[in-house]
């Protein structure tokens, strides 16, 4: 995977730090909508050790409403390109489940289009990013995030995810995409307990040879299960983190930079 001019190999795992530019996200909601307190933040991620900035102006939480592609452009353009201008160097990924915005995000410096959707919310997104070739990230979801909490039945949820993935990924391989990852989607449109599940079969996805990513940061599968709050999960998150990283996964995407990049050095202490 070519990230700004530098490969990587897999070789060690990577850090992606989020920088949420939006008033009602679960955790971070609404801290970060000033030009001073973008840069602060991304200076945040960098010297914590990222590898990635990775800009979300979409909450995503269940049952948030999802503004419009022009809200959407309007929140993300102006911060993208402030981030691209202090840091040159850093790789930065958009989250954002719609084509158009992919495009002119690509066009305004982005690296790798982070997807929630899977392309199921916007039919031109895989052939948009495999045109554009730049990484993406390939998320299991079935539906809207107001609609998540309502869609949760599965025969066999592990099944399932792999079955959804394997199918996208065909579709990008034939359209000619490059450098896709895989991200199992943990609490989109999943109960606690199959968001375990799926942790519990993290290795299973190492069927598809390709990098996995995990996005559990202070998750309600965390907080739920510890009878806590956002605030209160980043011992929980570590924990999932470092269980994570032992079985597979090479991209963690966190609030908690710092701790995130001490379980990558610890865990690759622990598999030389």
């Not at 948009?128 to 025969?155: C, E, F, G, I």
């Amino acid at each position: 995977m070519l990230l700004r001019k530098k490969i990587y190999d897999g070789e060690k795992p990577l850090v992606m730090g989020i920088l949420n530019v939006t008033p009602d996200s679960f955790y971070d909601g609404g801290r970060y909508l000033s030009d001073e307190a973008v840069v602060s933040r991304a200076r945040t991620i960098v010297a914590e050790g990222a590898d990635i900035i990775d800009i979300g102006a979409v909450s995503t939480r269940p049952g948030a409403a999802m503004p419009d592609e022009a809200a959407e452009l309007q929140r993300l353009l102006p911060v993208l390109r402030l981030v691209r201008s202090e840091f040159p160097e850093t790789p930065v990924s958009i989250d954002t489940f719609r084509a158009r915005v992919a495009e002119r995000c690509v066009e305004a410096g982005a690296d790798i289009i982070n997807d929630i959707s899977g392309g199921l919310f916007d039919d031109a997104m895989l052939s948009a990013v495999a045109h554009l070739q730049v990484p993406y990230v390939l998320m299991h979801n079935r539906t809207t995030p107001d609609r998540m909490a309502h869609d949760t039945h599965y025969d066999d949820v592990v099944a399932e995810v792999i079955r959804f993935l394997s199918e996208k990924l065909d579709i990008l391989y034939r359209l000619g995409a490059k450098d896709v990852v895989i991200d199992p989607g943990f609490g989109f449109a999943k109960t606690l307990e199959q968001n375990y599940e799926l942790m519990q079969n993290l290795d299973a996805f190492a069927v598809f040879d390709e990098p996995l990513l995990v996005g559990i940061s202070r998750k309600s599968m965390i907080y739920k299960l510890l009878g806590n709050s956002p605030d209160d999960a980043l011992n929980g998150t570590t924990a999932l983190n470092t269980y994570a990283l032992l079985h597979g996964a090479k991209i963690l995407r966190v609030h908690d930079v710092k701790e995130a990049v001490q379980c990558v050095k610890i865990v690759s202490q622990l598999k030389k």
